[in-house]
């Protein structure tokens, strides 16, 4: 059974950070792309972040344009889990975070296809 567990949302002033965590089991995590995508109420589900098994593509990372600089993928094999580090956040921010077995260049953000977590809130507010 898949099965992905995000952690670490939780409340932060702008210009705080956070960082998140997507525990995956079920399958070979080193072998997948995996991903990052947010949602605010509202708001369609967008990719925010993907990190590559191959690093065929670049440095291995991609980065929405409304999070580069800002934020950084990471994963770690060993524990098959993917970090997201979330620097000068932003109300904007504010959204439920997701994390993806999918490829956020290639694929729409949909939670019709690949396997999901059930999401952690983030909250960005002074």
């Known amino acids: 059974q898949v099965q992905l567990v995000e952690s670490g949302g939780g409340l932060a002033q702008p210009g705080g950070s956070l960082r998140l965590s997507c525990a995956a089991s079920?399958?070979?995590?080193?072998?997948?792309?995996m991903s990052w995508a947010r949602q605010a109420p509202g708001k369609e589900l967008e990719w925010v972040s993907g990190?590559?098994?191959?690093?065929?593509?670049?440095?291995?990372?991609w980065y929405a344009d409304s999070v580069k600089g800002r934020f950084t993928i990471s994963g770690d094999n060993a524990k098959n889990t993917v970090y997201l580090q979330m620097n000068s956040l932003k109300p904007g921010d504010t959204a439920r975070y997701y994390c993806?077995?999918?490829?956020?260049?290639?694929?729409?953000?949909?939670?019709?296809?690949?396997?999901w977590g059930q999401g952690t809130q983030v909250t960005v507010s002074s």
């Open positions: 993806a077995n999918l490829d956020p260049q290639i694929t729409i953000p949909t939670m019709k296809v690949g396997s």
């Open positions: 079920g399958f070979t995590f080193s072998h997948y792309t």
């Open positions: 990190i590559y098994s191959d690093y065929s593509e670049g440095d291995g990372t």
